[in-house]
């Protein structure tokens, strides 16, 4: 019996409605320790640092040279003279750089995200402004902060989608302030940072993702008001959860527009030839050289490029419907597919991966609640229909990635082929994903397993 003051027995909000006089308002809770937002999400609240203090300026001033001398990719066709010698002058002069001290880094996350941050960047630049005959020898100066610095932020030394995209924007328009602060920036009222190829086109891919995440913080305020639901189970709370997950369906509805219009701003080709190539990892090194971290004892392993599959928002609304546990094996993904989703979480911060473990350890998921109620028809087709906007998110991704990747790359082989018809080996490796990935057949597979884990209804 539940003693009469419990919150469980206290009149409750519908999240729908908003909050009413007398109900408890669970927003806030928890939130704070995963470092989620509750108006921006997986976004900080305000544009993250975008320059690190004094004692560190000689990091800033490197990546700004970087970016001001239009650093060129050194798999640039008709690479000019001048090009290679640009290139090769920032480099002497990053490997002349002192080590800086970074002892007083640690004492501050925000200090900690920007160094990841700018360190990461400076070392993608060296390692593609270098020619593909050279080895990937990362100088000191870059290598021995940026590993200290990534095992304090337990992440890997390499640029993550954190870098890229959370902690990568700034605002155009002030925002308006409210009773409560400021309110979530705009969806069109940002930019980006920091750009390898300082193109639009960069901009609106980074950006893309940035929108998804901000338009997906109601996704995750109505995961939390399933939960609470889930925790009383009764007839009101099934009449909530149906709602919640119809509104959840169309939010992730909303997402896969956001995600169609990347392509009003980025151009496929310029993605292909001029942006992408910039976020290699050392696993899809076009060279496959092995990546040196200079004067560094226990050389990094993880070293991955970034994919907005290190998302915590997509990963959280797999979890959440139950997507990850379905049908684990069998069919489309192999058991290594599985596992590489669960690897892009190394390199997510590391309270949003744990937000994702607490997600997981629910201890009632709201598909084993379906399960267990399908004679109610309502609450199935709400599950269904969230299920199913997820596998068309995951559709239109593959879209994206057949405009983006597979047709370029494939027009590519072709260019090759023609100029040099024993060349088809190189245009065999072009349809890897940042990640390793052998992309179509790793998209596919999870996309159709999504498509698996709607529930049949029991006669
Ligand atoms: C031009 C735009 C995009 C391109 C070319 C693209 C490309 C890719 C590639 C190549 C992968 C394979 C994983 C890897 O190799 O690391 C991937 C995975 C993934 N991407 Fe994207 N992506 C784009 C935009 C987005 C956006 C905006 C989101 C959502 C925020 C997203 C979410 C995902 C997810 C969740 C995965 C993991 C696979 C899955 O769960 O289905 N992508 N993407």
Redesign the pocket.
Known sequence: MLPPDHFLLQPRQDFLIGVQEGHIDTSTLAAHDFDVDTRTGFMPPDPPLSRLPAQWELWETALDAAMQAKLQLSVKRCLTVEEKNSSESWREHVRKLPVLPMSELTHSELLLRRAHHVLTFIMHFYIYTLPLSSSVLIPEPISVPLVAISNHLQLPPVVTYSDNVLYNWDIIHPRAQTELGFEAPALDNLRSQDMFSGTIDEQE?YL??AR??LRGVEALELMRATMDELFVGDKIAIRRITAYLYKLASVVGD?TT??LD?RKG?DPNT?YHSI?PWFRGADSDPAHRKWVFEGVEEQPTDL??P???Q?A???AL?VFLGLDNCNVVEGGVAPDQRTL?RR?QIYMPRYHRNFLRHLSTSPRPVRTFVMQTRSDMNLLDAYNSAVQSVKEF?DA?IK??AI??IAPAARERTELEHADPEAKEVGKQVL??????D?VR??KG??DKTAEAVVEPTL
């Open positions: 891919f893309a993702s998804i995440e997402l956001i995600l990347v980025c993605f992408r991955s490029g994919s907005a599959g998302s928002l997509i990963h797999d989703l892009m995951r991704h994206i990635v983006y990747i890897m994903g940042t990640g390793g990935t992309l790793f998209l999870v996309r």
